[in-house]
C-alpha cells in the first residue's frame, strides 16, 4: 500500500470572472520512506497540490488517500511546511514548536520532552529560548522544519523551504535535510525550482509541466548518478527540457 495516492485530482481558480483550471486530473502515488521532489515552473500548480494535499483548499475533482484511508479536502493528516517560515515573532523556538501539540490538544509535556530531544538533531539546542529575530536564515528554517515535524505525521510536504537563502546555506541546509529524513525516517514531498537541489535530495523527481499542470513523468535518483556527473547532467537536461516544452505548450495554450 502506498503511503499517499491521489486519483484524477483536478483544482480550478476564478480569474477575471471565469474558472481557469489550474491542476488537470493529477495521479500520483508514493511509497512510505521516499524523498520526492517536484520541479516545473512558475505557474503550473505545484503549491497548489501541495495545498490540495494538507487540505488547506479542496478539489474541483479527485481523491487524496493516506495510508489507504481517503483523507480528499481533510487537513491535519500530512504535515505541510509553506514557502516562509511563519514563526511566530514573540514566541521563542521551543513554544513556535510546540504549536502543534497545543492546536491538536496533546500532551504537553510529553510534547516539550520530544523537543528537547529533538533540538540538538535539529542543531537547535543553543537557541531553544531565542526569538525568530534573533535566528539566522537557516536557523529559522530548521525551526520551522521542527514544528512541521511536530505534527506527528510521516509525510511532509516542503514548498520550497531553501529558496530565500544563500547558496552557501542552501546547500548545508541540503545536506543537512538529507541526514535527518533518514534519522526519523520521514516520507517527504519538497517542491524545488532548482533542478540541482532536486538531484542531491531526490529518490523520486517528478516534472509539472503546462497551464493547467499535468505530471510529465518520474525520474529515480540514487548516489551512483549523483556521483556521475555525465548522468547527473544527462538527468538534468532531460528534466531541463519537460520544464521547456511545458512552458511552450502553455504559451500556445494561452495564445489560443
Known amino acids: 500500500m502506498p503511503i499517499l495516492q491521489t486519483v484524477g485530482l483536478s483544482k480550478s481558480f476564478l480569474w477575471t470572472g471565469k474558472p481557469r483550471l489550474i491542476l488537470d486530473s493529477i495521479s500520483f502515488r508514493m511509497e512510505a520512506g521516499t524523498f520526492v521532489c517536484i520541479v516545473g515552473p512558475s505557474g503550473c500548480g505545484k503549491s497548489t497540490w501541495l495545498e490540495l494535499l494538507a487540505g488547506i483548499t479542496k478539489p474541483d475533482s479527485g481523491q487524496i488517500f493516506?495510508?489507504?484511508r481517503e483523507i480528499t479536502g481533510s487537513s491535519g493528516f500530512l504535515g505541510y511546511?509553506?514557502?516562509d517560515d511563519l514563526l511566530f515573532p514573540w514566541?521563542?523556538?521551543?513554544e513556535n514548536a510546540l504549536l502543534p501539540a497545543r492546536i491538536n490538544n496533546l500532551n504537553l509535556r510529553a510534547s516539550r520532552s520530544k523537543i528537547v530531544s529533538l533540538l540538538p538533531v535539529f542543531g537547535?539546542?543553543?537557541?531553544?529560548?531565542h526569538l525568530p529575530y534573533q535566528l539566522s536564515g537557516g536557523l529559522r528554517q530548521r525551526a520551522a522544519?521542527?514544528?512541521?515535524?511536530m505534527t506527528e505525521t510521516e509525510l511532509l510536504l516542503l514548498d520550497e523551504p531553501f529558496a530565500s537563502l544563500d547558496a552557501i546555506t542552501r546547500l548545508q541546509l541540503q545536506d543537512w535535510l538529507k541526514i535527518i529524513t533518514r534519522k526519523l525516517n520521514l516520507s517527504i514531498i519538497l517542491v524545488?525550482?532548482?533542478?540541482?537541489?532536486a538531484i542531491n535530495l531526490a529518490d523520486e523527481i517528478h516534472v509539472f509541466r503546462g497551464q493547467p499542470g499535468r505530471l510529465a513523468g518520474c525520474n529515480t535518483v540514487d548516489d551512483a548518478l549523483r556521483n556521475?556527473?555525465?548522468a547527473r547532467q544527462a538527468l538534468k537536461l532531460r528534466i531541463l527540457e519537460l520544464v521547456k516544452s511545458g512552458i511552450a505548450d502553455a504559451d500556445r495554450a494561452r495564445d489560443n
Open 145 to 149: 522544519f521542527l514544528r512541521t515535524v
Open 66 to 68: 493516506y495510508q489507504g
Open 81 to 83: 511546511m509553506p514557502q
Open 192 to 197: 524545488t525550482h532548482d533542478i540541482d537541489e
Open 228 to 230: 556521475n556527473q555525465t
Open 91 to 94: 514566541l521563542n523556538v521551543t
Open 124 to 129: 537547535l539546542q543553543e537557541h531553544a529560548r
